[in-house]
């Protein structure tokens, strides 16, 4: 059996296992650790299976993605240290697009340390945590409250971003991967995020490492759209590798406990 053979039976089994170890594998088909190791990372680097500790899983879709107030306590120090990264891409008079999300709202101090400086969101929370720094010009998307991510999307949201041109877009994502970009469950939120990536000079896509190997039913970018991906040094090395060979510039952060 050749190695695409091979590589394309072990997704056949993880597609019905959903989860395999590497001693599995070696069993089922009669390889070394080594050579199972090195198809997981082929798979890994086209985003169809992700190497977990000792083994490997199928690249899995999300059905929904997780409430405001879930995601507000997950990965703390991941947001902060990803939010401080992406500061560096800040200066004074900027026009920015936050999109909703925990991770964009880490960069609100970063901002407010600023002068001259509007931020463009469809995020209530952002919104809130910008409400005292009179300093900072603030427009909100408007749109259908997507009640679980405190956030506007929909139509009106979208048609309120054609008209602004900013500086920077910080995205946000539920699911990523290099296959398929980052995508979403939600239908309502695809032309939102499509216009504000399609009115900045800049696009940044700031995603924890656990969100990679995950997506939704609906596309909304490729990795290569972006100018820059922030993400921690939980990232697969395969999987930095892949995305690094399409040519998207790669910030892979240090976390306490990570590095």
């Known amino acids: 059996m050749i190695p695409d053979q091979r ?22 088909f009669d390889c070394s650790h080594m050579t199972i190791r090195r198809d997981i990372a082929v798979l890994e680097k086209d985003g169809q299976a992700y190497s977990v500790p000792g083994g490997v899983r199928i690249a899995s879709a999300v059905a929904t993605e997780p409430s405001h ?71 909100h998307t408007g749109g259908v409250l997507d009640h679980p991510n405190l956030s506007g999307v ?8 054609s008209r602004i041109a900013t500086d920077v877009a910080f995205m946000s994502t539920a699911s990523w991967d290099l296959k398929r970009g980052i995508t979403t469950p939600s239908p309502a939120k695809v032309a939102v995020k499509r216009a504000a990536m399609a009115g ?27 100018d820059l991906i922030i993400t921690d040094v939980g990232l697969a090395e395969a999987a930095a590798g892949g995305v690094a060979q399409e040519g998207v510039e790669l910030a892979l952060v240090s976390v306490p406990g990570l590095d």
């Open 7 to 28: 590589r394309e039976q072990i997704l056949r089994q993880l597609r019905r296992h959903q989860v395999l170890s590497v001693h599995q594998l070696m069993d089922m």
């Open 69 to 139: 107030q879930s995601k507000a306590v997950a990965e703390l120090p991941h947001k902060q240290a990803m939010a401080a990264q992406a500061a560096q891409a800040l200066h004074p008079n900027m026009t920015l697009y936050l999109d909703a999300g925990t991770t964009t709202l880490a960069l609100v101090p970063h901002i407010c340390a600023l002068t001259g400086m509007t931020v463009v969101t469809n995020d209530f929370s952002i919104v809130m945590a910008l409400a005292e720094a009179q300093h900072v010009t603030v427009i």
């Open 154 to 161: 929909g139509d009106l949201a979208a048609e309120t971003l």
């Open 200 to 226: 900045a000079s800049k696009r940044i896509l700031i995603a924890t490492s656990s969100k990679y190997g995950t997506f939704g039913m609906y596309k909304i970018a490729p990795l290569q759209d972006f």
